[in-house]
């Protein structure tokens, strides 16, 4: 997998598989704290009066694990625990050439294991756990009223359009918790409206540098 500067410093991927980035050109870093920390993490956490005291999270896919480790931060800035499903089928190896944290920083050591652990075994590191689970989200079965929040990070629907369909959203509304959050920084018309028909309310927010708007979606009840 090649190394590529994005527009705001931080570093992405382009896929072997699909020879596209795995995040924005216009900044890896803040795509993801826009999308799916800021409108994605907090949003849940502040859309109820009492937040659960553990946030349950699922993502697909895994990537580079720049979520999974600005989810980690953003919990120990928050007071809140997590719990972390991450799903991948193409591991990164050269994640050390990321950059993302210095070896200084506190939090290199979560990112450092959470790249070094087993597949398929649950971790834990202070107020998180995580499991890293090494298949695809077709063939992923998500326990029902589980999860809190859902990072939907595939390839975008040309790339991947088997990952972008009606049946995939029933799967992530039937895994979610009421009040949980579905969020993606993809936000074409006929992904809103799939999600709409499985019974996600579904709103338009403004995107990340180079987007003009992303998606999010809840599930209500």
Request: aromatic share 12%.
């Amino acid at each position: 997998m090649e190394l590529v500067r994005t527009g705001d410093g931080s570093m992405s991927l382009r896929s072997s598989s699909h020879g596209i980035l795995y995040h924005s050109r216009h900044g890896a870093l803040t795509e993801s704290l826009h999308v799916f920390i800021t409108h994605g993490l907090a949003h849940r956490a502040q859309s109820t009066a009492t937040p659960p005291q553990t946030l349950r999270i699922l993502e697909y896919g895994i990537g580079t694990g720049l979520n999974a480790l600005l989810a980690y931060q953003w919990s120990l800035q928050a007071n809140l625990a997590i719990e972390y499903v991450g799903l991948e089928i193409e591991p990164v190896t050269n994640w050390s050439q990321l950059g993302y944290v210095s070896r200084e920083e506190p939090t290199y050591t979560f990112f450092e294991e959470f790249h070094r652990a087993p597949w398929g075994v649950l971790q834990v590191h202070g107020p998180a756990t995580y499991t890293k689970v090494l298949q695809s989200f077709l063939e992923y079965e998500p326990p029902s009223d589980h999860f809190d929040v859902i990072f939907y990070d595939a390839f975008a629907p040309t790339a991947q359009p088997e990952l972008w369909t009606t049946d995939i959203w029933q799967k992530c509304h039937d895994a979610l918790r009421p009040s949980g959050v579905w969020v993606s920084y993809c936000a074409k018309g006929q992904v809103r409206r799939d999600l709409q028909s499985v019974g996600f309310t579904t709103s338009r927010l403004p995107g990340p540098p180079g987007k003009r708007e992303m998606l999010r979606a809840e599930k209500l009840s």
